[in-house]
């Protein structure tokens, strides 16, 4: 089973920046998918960003559009997740995820892998 770790959460400032990244512990194929998610208090998880491994194809939320980058360092194994622009609402605890299949999916539920979660908090 593979390990995933997140890190780089922490307290920013409305409109600043934080870099998540997620090293797994073994390395991913070609028709894989990494995805980020995030879960505020009371509030399901949600998907945040996604990138299929073998073309870096890249899929975000129309709430992080424009403003979060995710993108994946092969010789690491590792993906991370450029958060710009930061807003109040984006307070959550972001998890890293892996999904054994190519074809694209915004449900937690498809994805068999996850990291411990990282805490975000964005103060207004």
């Known amino acids: 089973q593979v390990q995933l770790v997140e890190s780089g959460g922490g307290l920013v400032q409305a409109g600043g920046s934080l870099r998540l990244s997620c090293a797994a512990s073994?390395?991913?194929?070609?028709?894989?998918?990494m995805g980020w998610f995030r879960q505020a208090p009371g509030k399901e998880r949600e998907f945040v960003a996604a990138?299929?491994?073998?073309?870096?194809?890249?899929y975000y939320a129309d709430s992080v559009k424009g403003r979060f980058t995710i993108s994946r360092d092969n010789a690491k194994n590792t993906v991370y997740l450029q958060m710009n622009s930061l807003k109040p609402e984006d307070t959550a605890v972001y998890y890293c995820?892996?999904?054994?299949?190519?074809?694209?999916?915004?449900?937690?539920?498809?994805?068999?892998?996850w990291g411990q979660g990282t805490q975000v908090t964005v103060s207004s």
């Open positions: 073994e390395r991913t194929f070609g028709s894989y998918i």
């Open positions: 995820a892996r999904r054994t299949y190519h074809r694209i999916t915004y449900s937690p539920e498809d994805f068999g892998s």
């Open positions: 990138i299929r491994w073998t073309d870096s194809s890249t």
